[in-house]
Each structure stands twice: as C-alpha cells, then as structure tokens.
C-alpha cells in the first residue's frame, strides 16, 4: 500500500484513536487553532529549495454528546454518542513557478480545505478486559473550489480494542470507507499507553506521543510529537482524485486546568513533516508507488492553541 493511501485510511482512524480513549458521561468537545507561518517549497523532481513559499492556519472543533450511557456488569461504559467535528484551513501560496510544480498541482496548491462530519459511535464491552467500538459517519472532505456529491465520504469501523490493563490497549478491526469511488475494507489499527504519577508519558498511535511532567493538579508540562493532517476531493485531469495534506510537529505543550471542565493547551514547535500529496480514486492504484516524492515544504515555526471542556 502506496504512503498516500496508508494516510488516508489513518484519518478515520484519528477520530477513532481520539473518541476510543474517552467515554464521557457528559458534553465533551475541544477548539483548537494552528498556524505554520511562510516556508519555502521543495520542488519534488530534485529536492530543489525554491523561493516559493507557503504557509498553513487552521481552525478545529469537536463535540461529542452522549445519548446513553450505563455501566454494564463488568462496571463498563455501555455507550451511545454522537460525535461532530470541523476543520477549516486557509493557505497562501507565492512566488510559484509552474514549471516547477508536479504535473497533478499545476493549478497551484489549495488556498483552502474543509473536513466536516457528524456520526455515530457505540462502546461495549464484551469479556472483562475486550470491548467493542462501533462507528460510522458522513461528512464534506473538499477544497472548496466546487462542492459536490463527490465531496461526500461515508466511513465506518469496528474495533475490538483488549485493555491490558488500566493504562494499556490496543485495538484492531476493519475500516469501511468509499475513499476510493467504491465501499472497500482497509485494515485499523489503534494503541494507547500511558502512564500515571509527576514524570509521566504517552503514546497514541497513530496520532501523537508525549512525555510529561505534572507540576501541580492545575499544570502539566510536556513534549510532544503529533501528526495531524486533512483530506479532500479534487479535480485533477477532469477526474476525482484524493487530496490529503499531512504535518507532523514537535514542540513543548504546557497544560493549565481551570476547575472541574476546563484545559487549555498552548503549542509552540517546530514542524518536522509537512507536505501535500494526492492519489487517483481508483483501486488499482492502492498499490502503485509513485515515480516522484511529494511536494513539501521546509521546517519552521509551529503554533497552537486549543481550549478543551468536559461536562
């Protein structure tokens, strides 16, 4: 399975990674703004550093609202809840050559993306140490240059995640998406572990890993390394074909608790990955690699703030 791929069936898994790990008996969500300012381009066909530049600032939200929650007789969460979350992205682009863009991006890169989806998740436990994810969603993945049919991803996965113990699990199970013109099964894969006490660390895969020290019941400071990205359909050729831009970032990530339901997490980094890449919306091509790399960018600042509440 090409790289491109592999990242776009990790983006359901994201909001599975991230939903699997809570079970609210309450309102949850989470806003959060990033920005990555001006840097420079790196032309694919050579590795060239270009004077060409692009930066990147996004803004995210997500709820998660439970609709039925009791404790089975393992004194489990038996869950039903229905989760929404947005991303919107604004780019700026300059001092591009043609000549030296790769042939699917010769109308520029996006100036802007939109992921929106709104689906329903179900947790059960199914022995005293496996439990049972369930979802599904629909949502608007588009670069908002036209938005239609071809724009609308339906998603759904199963997940049977073993807890090892209070502070480990892993999770595996089939994907369902229609990424690619017709419903196919990908393979998902989940693990979390984590630990508890003043130094303290976490690993999310495929999402982020963190260590930390906890200074008070109010502040925890900790490093992070995270991966993020977006997706969208697009035109290339007069065919649909899959757009996804992916970053990964490290920096350090102070936590301040306000009472009982509130976090704020400011980021400050460094990118260390951020490229674009796209792939046609046909089967035949899961498999094929590609001739050149993806275009990509220099490392540079990374910023980030997101405001957390939990009822």
Known sequence: MNKTVFYLSQ???FLLASIAARSQSGISGEFKVDYVPFSKYVRPMDSTKTNAESNFKRAQITFEVPISLEMDKYNHPKLW????NGSYAKMQNKNYEIQDLPVEFQGGFPTELLNAQIGVKHLRSISPSWSLLIMASVGVYTDM???????L??????LFIKQFNPNMALGL???LTNSFGVPMV??????????????HFKVAFPQSAEIGYRMSDNFDLK??????GM?????????SSLLGYQQIIAGLRPQFKFGEHWTLEPTAGTTLVRNFSTTNRKIKDIFKEKDMADPKFTTTFYGAVALKWKF
């Open 223 to 228: 490093a992070v390394v995270e991966l993020s």
């Open 153 to 158: 991803l339906i998603q759904g996965g199963v």
């Open 11 to 13: 983006l359901f898994l």
């Open 145 to 151: 240059v036209e938005i239609n049919k071809d724009d």
């Open 81 to 84: 809840a229905v989760f929404l």
């Open 231 to 239: 997706t969208a359909e697009t035109k290339i050729g007069n065919k």
């Open 186 to 199: 990908l393979p998902g894969i989940y693990f979390n572990w984590e630990s508890t006490g003043a130094l």
């Open 173 to 175: 199970g089939p994907i």
